[in-house]
């Protein structure tokens, strides 16, 4: 157990993680060159290596000498995206030690301060690494006071490398093996282990990926969850080299996979304990304590999922339930539209998050998916004093039970560079954000600190803050609390009828504005009718927007020549008064399209 060593790399995105991950595998000898035909080895799936970037954790276990000793070498490469820190924590959970890894180009960035604050929670030892030295644009001087400055790791500390051409790798595992501590090892003779992935095999059933603490476990042997009571015979243990690779047994200290031979996948979530006692005949009597897991994750975003064809409903159901054994951040519940028929209201960590998830959807399990406008949750306070969480406008009692409505505010940190700075500020106040704190990490970057309600960053804030910058600026943001806000219900009325479908809430300031753009974008799409039809954004019974669609007019005194107007007018007048009975008793039919072009996510 003392030649073991348990570590990950944390970075922004883009910063070299995977690419360092492929030289550890190919120093090592863990994958020969021939074996390694693409970059990014453990990045499995096709869309990590589309997009490049890391979606999953992804464990690899790899044997080194060193001083003329054996070494096992358990790595898990994680995401950068801040959208995916959830894998991240559950990475730091399962590991001793963390490589900070920076670009030497780019330098700290603000996910490079939320990983490296994260794993000193976990009180990991922490080895900063500046990569991309190779790079023309390379400051290594620079960046390395940047890193001392804002971390306080001492510059004789960080290793210059570039996993790229292979530069100093090889000393970069030598300082794990020194500085990472081994496994500790715990008294008794029970097995625990901490599950901090799972997948769902065809053939195998579920996979739990683990880092067993205490005890061992081997093909045969009986094991219990502690969280969900489910109790188990396991068909076969390994690790992974990237690829499963079946051995007798998992000792204590090792990161491996279990194969449970379990259906549900309910009956093995991430986060929970495996455990098997001395005597298996004991394990009613006895009491043990779970592995601390990690905290429920809450979900920030919310979009509606809905299957095109009303037939792959249960085929949806299906793969998400699938798909939440993997990602266990994704979030979901039944919900019905009158617009879009069955579907599921989904909770994600964020926009990339809800992008990724459709994605693998639809490649994965071949589904045709709409998926409405996110939107965030928000907390009711009634008149009764009574508190309740609604996260579709179509749950918001009514105006004269509702006391105050609370939204989620978030702590947004933007990294930029100081002559961006201007602009960025107008574009946080527009946003309704309030400053905090403004901190210049030197003369060049400087990092401003806000809070902001979430429901102002949940849609293009991102993109916008890029193109303001020219991609210079970076973002991190955690959750804060619920707050009072001046909210309201926008519902839209189409003659006469309100669409439930439509209705959003928004902050008073900006529902006249939303209001306006969605009744021009209707009246683009229903079709004319006989009458004219009055489209209306309204807040409770004040109607804030209006646009009206005109009827088709037909000229009925077409065919006359000449005469007296008498006769003209005689026709028109019957004209009008039957398009008056028409307005009274005819109904419009919104077509589907133009539900679709208002509730889906704009691209």
């Not at 559950?90 to 890894?101: F, K, N, P």
């Not at 204590?252 to 005597?279: F, H, L, N, Q």
């Not at 021009?520 to 209306?536: D, M, V």
Request: net charge neutral; proline share 4%.
């Amino acid at each position: 157990m003392k030649n073991i060593r348990n570590f990950c790399i944390i970075a922004h995105i883009d910063h070299g993680k995977s690419t360092l991950a492929d030289r550890f595998l190919e120093v090592t000898g863990t994958l020969t060159r021939r074996e390694m035909k693409h970059g990014q080895m453990l990045d499995t799936m096709e869309l990590e290596q589309e997009r490049g970037i890391t979606i999953k954790l992804q464990p690899v276990r790899m044997n080194w000498k060193y001083k003329g000793e054996d070494y096992q070498l358990n790595l898990i490469d994680t995401p950068g995206h801040v959208d995916f820190s959830y894998e991240v924590s559950r990475s730091l959970a399962a590991c001793e030690g963390a490589i900070l890894v920076v670009d030497a180009t780019q330098g700290i960035q603000a996910q490079t301060l939320a990983n490296c604050y994260m794993a000193l929670e976990h009180n990991l030892e922490i080895i900063a690494v500046l990569n991309k030295i190779d790079l023309p644009a390379a400051d290594v001087e620079g960046r390395a006071n940047e890193i001392e400055k804002a971390l306080g790791i001492p510059k004789e500390e960080i290793l210059f490398i570039s996993a790229k051409e292979g530069t100093n790798v090889d000393k970069l595992l030598e300082r794990v093996i020194e500085k990472v501590p081994a496994p500790k090892e715990a008294p008794g003779g029970e097995t625990k282990g901490l599950i901090f992935d799972s997948v769902y095999d065809t053939y195998k059933g579920i996979v739990a990926y683990v880092r067993l603490m205490d005890g061992s476990l081997k093909r045969g042997d009986k094991i219990k969850m502690l969280n969900t009571k489910a109790e188990t015979e396991v068909m076969e243990v390994g690790f992974f080299k990237p690829k499963y690779e079946a051995n007798d047994r998992l000792n204590a200290g090792e990161v491996g996979y279990v194969v449970t031979g379990m259906k549900s996948v309910a009956d093995a979530r991430v986060g929970d304990t495996i455990w098997r006692p001395k005597e298996w005949s004991q394990r009613d009597e006895l009491k043990p304590t779970p592995l601390p897991g990690y905290k429920k994750v809450v979900p920030f975003v919310f979009a509606g999922m809905f299957a095109t064809e009303n037939e792959q409903y249960l085929l949806l159901r299906e793969a998400l339930e699938k798909l939440s054994l993997n990602d266990s951040s994704l979030t979901f519940e039944p919900e019905n539209s009158g617009a879009l028929g069955h579907g599921f209201r989904c909770g994600f960590l964020g926009l990339l998050h809800m992008d990724i998830v459709q994605e693998r959807l639809e490649r994965e399990y071949n589904l045709d998916l709409i998926v409405t406008a996110p939107s965030v949750r928000y907390q009711v306070q009634k008149n009764d004093g009574t508190l309740i969480e609604i996260s579709n406008p179509s749950e918001l009692p009514d105006i004269a039970h509702i006391a105050a409505i609370l939204e989620p505010w978030i702590k947004v940190e933007v990294l930029t560079p100081v002559d961006y700075m201007g602009p960025l500020m107008q574009m946080l106040a527009d946003r309704r954000g309030l400053s905090k704190n403004v901190v210049y990490l030197d003369e060049k970057r400087v990092s401003l600190h806000y809070e902001i309600p979430l429901a102002s960053i949940v849609v293009d804030f991102y993109d916008d803050l890029k193109s303001l910058t020219s991609g210079y600026a970076s973002m991190s943001y955690e959750y804060l609390e619920f707050r009072v806000g001046d909210l309201v219900r926008l519902d839209f009325i189409v003659h006469h009828e309100k669409l439930d479908a439509l209705s959003i809430i928004i902050h008073r300031s900006s529902a006249t504005h939303h209001g306006m753009k969605v009744c021009k974008r209707l009246k683009g799409i229903i079709p004319k009718g006989q009458f004219e039809i009055p489209i209306q954004g309204a807040i409770g019974a004040k109607i804030i927007a209006r646009e009206t669609i005109p009827a088709f007019r037909k000229d009925v005194t077409g065919y006359l020549y000449g005469g007296d107007v008498t006769r003209k007018n005689k026709l028109l007048d019957k004209q009008k008064k039957g398009k008056k009975r028409m307005k009274m008793f005819g109904r419009v039919e919104v077509p589907q399209e133009a539900f679709l072009a208002v509730l889906k996510k704009e691209d």
